[in-house]
């Protein structure tokens, strides 16, 4: 650190303020949509709104919000309303500039002690003091940053909404196309290959998230652990259900990277008669959420483990079938937008990689400002 720099304890930094302006919200209370909004000390910047004036913050902005249980820092410079307990407000010290100290305070690294306070940990961290024309300079070029992540969030959030506008537009109503309308059963194949196990040998399952977040590999066992399991060898290019949380969307497709791996009973796999069916499409379908309303159709029971799907009732589920050529048309729209969204995710990973390294570099003077 540059020997002109300070280096002061947090708490030296900043002062706490209270919400002067009434009670604290509890999380029931929170409207989706209101003319105030209600920061709390969860993840999302807005957590719902009020409409009530008499809760909104009193005191002068800009305030740094801290969520005490959760860690987690807010910059806000607009009229808002204070959410749940836990919710504690920073208010920069006379010489320390608001922005500045939160972006010192951000890179702090706390402790993870889980649901537990973390205030009082916070308050003795040290921050590093420059002179406070370096605090502006070093806070404008780290909210330039800020600001290109927050852009490139806000075009991945853009994408999602296209993709699930153009899933629902096109297969909202799968009984209104001038498509033929066919069972699943009538154009896929089980495909069942059962392994022999072997107590000695490595194997490899997998399995699926649920949401449409695909397929993951689990670590190698021997034979030895799976007892008397039945596990059959994956084959690629098939659709693939975890048959106890199919209604939560936990389908996927196969590929050749999981050619060597396995999977119990409890994963049917399924391949589409290329004559008529592309494997894409399909999953797209039964992917789209009116898909996931004829998966529940067929996953009757309870919540949880007891909502098993009926692999019978499931291939009797009819969807719409156009021409291959126009299945491949379907298939390239969502194809483009996923791999735009992608891309994005790339580089938004990048963009943040990217911050850390360098507010690191700022805030501890190896890499200098010009003021």
């Not at 399909?282 to 692999?311: C, F």
Request: with cysteine.
């Amino acid at each position: 650190m540059p020997t002109h720099w300070k280096e002061k304890l947090a708490e030296e930094c900043f002062e706490t303020v209270t919400n002067d302006s009434g009670s604290n919200f509890l999380t029931g209370e929170y409207l989706p949509k209101g003319k105030f909004p209600i920061v709390d000390q969860g993840q999302v910047p807005v957590a719902g709104y009020t409409n009530d004036p008499k809760r909104v913050f009193t005191q002068p902005l800009p305030i740094i919000v801290f969520g005490d249980h959760t860690c987690v820092f807010k910059f806000v410079d607009f009229p808002f309303a204070v959410g749940a307990d836990g919710t504690k407000l920073l208010k920069a010290r006379a010489g320390i500039d608001p922005q500045f100290l939160y972006q010192a305070l951000t890179a702090l690294v706390l402790p993870n002690n889980g649901y537990s306070r973390h205030f009082s940990v916070l308050r003795k961290m040290r921050v590093p003091s420059p002179s406070l024309p370096e605090q502006r300079r070093i806070a404008a070029i780290l909210s330039e940053a800020d600001a290109a992540i927050t852009c490139n969030e806000s075009v991945i959030r853009q994408a999602h909404h296209l993709r699930r506008t153009a899933v629902s537009a096109t297969f909202s109503g799968l009984k209104t196309y001038p498509w033929p309308i066919r069972s699943i059963g009538s154009m896929v194949t089980l495909i069942r290959k059962p392994v022999a196990v072997r107590v000695d040998a490595s194997y490899r399952e997998i399995g699926i998230r649920s949401h449409g977040k695909g397929i993951f590999h689990k670590e190698p066992v021997f034979g030895s652990r799976l007892g008397n399991k039945r596990v059959f060898h994956i084959e690629p290019d098939c659709l693939i259900l975890n048959i106890v949380f199919a209604w939560e969307n936990a389908v996927a497709v196969t590929t050749a990277e999981e050619r060597s791996m396995i999977a119990s009973h409890r994963f049917p796999m399924f391949r589409p008669d290329p004559a008529v069916l592309e494997l894409e499409y399909l999953r797209h379908i039964i992917q789209s959420p009116r898909g996931v309303e004829l998966l529940r159709s067929v996953s009757p029971g309870g919540a949880g483990r007891n909502k098993t799907l009926n692999q019978s009732d499931f291939l009797g589920l009819r969807i719409p079938v156009p021409s291959l050529q126009v299945q491949r048309k379907i298939i390239s729209v969502f194809d483009e937008i996923d791999n735009s969204i992608r891309t994005e995710e790339i580089q938004l990973n990048a963009r943040k990689r990217a911050r850390r390294e360098l507010a690191r570099r700022l805030l501890t003077g190896e890499l200098r400002v010009k003021v």
